[in-house]
């Protein structure tokens, strides 16, 4: 498994660079699937109309100076407050990934859309601006960041169906009344066991077009280790390491391969 070390920015500096380079632009990958991929989405640099739109939603958040108690996960006796800009800055998914959750949405075309950890909501925003007519249901933890991401929702050009609680709970009600899982985001990186019971739960209900995408493989040594088991996983086909974010294939005409590059 290949870690980029924290301590040592030549060698850090390097690896990125090999991560770059070694699939840039589709050189050295055989498969024509995992090629359209790298070059058509996580590489394709057009502009998008709903982006702008997303962008001026992040906009107002980030000026919004109302504090949210939150319970600190370091300490469950403590919590935390900070601005609701404060939050979308340090806690919302960046305008980067959250670009390329909107491109793999837009390419793939998935209709029943599952979310888990929908934070401020912009997230949301990301994976279900590329058409109307689609189902989503996102599931957030902590009704403060809920509270927040029903107002930012509010924007969305589907009905987003928001549920709060505990996401192992609310995990098969929400798998039954999609029906079928067509895209999933896995927004849990700091939550390394429940990452792994979703993933194993939700892997049940997946077809041949479905596609995972997982927040923070790197983050931890717990999250490399829950993204290795993953790779290896059975039903898993294709996987793309694109270092702060993981995506996961089903399609069993697909050969057994990770593919690392940098995004």
């Not at 590489?43 to 100076?65: F, M, Q």
């Not at 192992?168 to 019971?197: G, H, R």
């Not at 694109?242 to 995506?247: D, E, N």
Request: glycine share 4%; proline share 3%.
């Amino acid at each position: 498994m290949q870690i980029i070390p924290k301590n040592n920015n030549a060698l850090r500096r390097s690896i990125l660079l090999y991560r770059r380079v070694r699939y840039r632009k589709g050189y050295g990958v055989h498969s024509p699937f995992v090629y359209n991929v790298i070059t058509k989405v996580i590489e394709e640099s057009g502009s998008y109309y709903p982006l702008s739109d997303i962008a001026l939603t992040r906009l107002k958040l980030h000026y919004r100076e109302e504090m949210v108690s939150y319970p600190d996960k370091r300490n469950k006796e403590k919590s935390k407050q900070q601005t609701i800009g404060h939050l979308v800055q340090k806690k919302a998914i960046s305008p980067k990934q959250g670009a390329l959750l909107f491109k793999l949405t837009n390419y793939f075309k998935p209709v029943h859309i599952l979310q888990i950890g929908t934070t401020m909501g912009l997230s949301s925003l990301y994976l279900t601006s590329y058409a109307s007519g689609l189902q989503c249901i996102a599931l957030e933890s902590l009704p403060e960041f809920a509270a927040v991401a029903r107002e930012t929702l509010k924007e969305a050009r589907n009905q987003i169906d928001l549920r709060v609680g505990n996401y192992l709970n609310l995990l098969p009600q929400a798998i039954q009344d999609l029906k079928q899982l067509d895209f999933v985001f896995f927004n849990t990186p700091n939550d390394e066991l429940s990452c792994s019971l979703l993933f194993n739960e939700c892997v049940k209900h997946v077809h041949q077009e479905t596609v995972f995408v997982f927040v923070g493989i790197k983050s931890s040594a717990k999250m490399r280790k829950i993204w290795a088991e993953i790779c290896s996983h059975s039903d898993v086909t294709v996987t793309i390491d694109l270092y702060s974010l993981g995506i996961v294939f089903f399609n069993n005409k697909l050969h057994k391969r990770n593919y690392i590059t940098y995004y």
